[in-house]
């Protein structure tokens, strides 16, 4: 079956401009992950969404940061006002539900001019 | 919250050769354990998972090892190949909580 979809696979922009990132997670996985990876370090936890629980957003760097889930589908990570630290690959991942294994997209790779 | 550190940061084995890779967790209730391979540009790969009401687990030429007691758990590759060479990332959560603590990455180099 088809796996986490994230788009647009690249996206370069001005600094102080706001960008969108989409993530289609598995159909029927209820708990849905974004990530930050800068140039080769670490995962860093973003924001969870499980089901239709309040999402955990303790990972949020800042209030430029936003995202959005409706129900058990797509998601977005908003950023608005980029700054030249937010560019980044950004991961989208998807499980069954908490304590599962997560199915990880390609990546948005995000960079800020 | 949660701390995961994972050691070492960079590996370099000769093929054929075994690779550990050991985490540490601060959180006494964290419960399960994933092992994620990111090959260079790639998304990350769950390679194995480990849940606390076990020790050991193996798939084929992986191997995970989990002491509760000792708060600390450890990835083993055995015969090594050069297709292992990767980054590999140590997990760490618990039931009833959605945060995934990831270690820093271990980067695997096999030399053939």
């Known amino acids: 079956g088809a796996g986490v979809s994230q788009s647009p696979s690249n996206k370069v922009t001005e600094k102080g401009k706001d960008v969108e990132l989409r993530c289609d997670p598995i159909?029927?996985?209820?708990?849905l992950y974004w990530y930050r990876q800068r140039l080769g370090q670490g995962l860093e936890f973003l924001i969870y969404?499980?089901?239709?629980?309040?999402?955990?957003k303790s990972g949020l760097p800042s209030d430029r940061f936003s995202a959005e889930r409706t129900g058990e589908s797509v998601s977005t990570l908003t950023i608005q006002r980029t700054q030249q630290e937010d560019s980044a690959v950004y991961l989208c991942?998807?499980?069954?539900?908490?304590?599962?294994?997560?199915?990880f997209g390609d990546g948005t790779r995000l960079s800020i001019l | 919250g949660e701390n995961v550190e994972q050691h070492p940061s960079t590996l370099s084995v000769q093929e054929g050769d075994s690779a550990v890779i050991k985490c540490t967790y601060s959180?006494?209730?964290?419960?399960?354990f994933p092992w994620y391979k990111q090959e260079l540009g790639k998304r990350p790969q769950l390679i194995i998972d480990?849940?606390?009401?076990?020790g050991e687990k193996k798939d084929q030429r992986i191997a995970v090892t989990l002491n509760k007691t000792a708060k600390h758990f450890s990835l083993h590759i055995t015969e090594t190949q050069p297709e292992d060479s990767a980054v590999y990332f140590c997990?760490?959560?618990?039931?009833?909580?959605?945060?995934?603590?990831f270690g820093t990455g271990t980067k695997l180099q096999v030399i053939p």
């Open positions: 969404f499980q089901g239709n629980s309040a999402p955990d």
């Open positions: 959180d006494s209730a964290s419960n399960y």
């Open positions: 991942a998807s499980s069954l539900g908490p304590i599962q294994p997560q199915h």
């Open positions: 997990a760490a959560s618990v039931t009833g909580y959605q945060k995934v603590t």
């Open positions: 480990i849940r606390s009401n076990v």
């Open positions: 159909s029927g996985h209820t708990a």
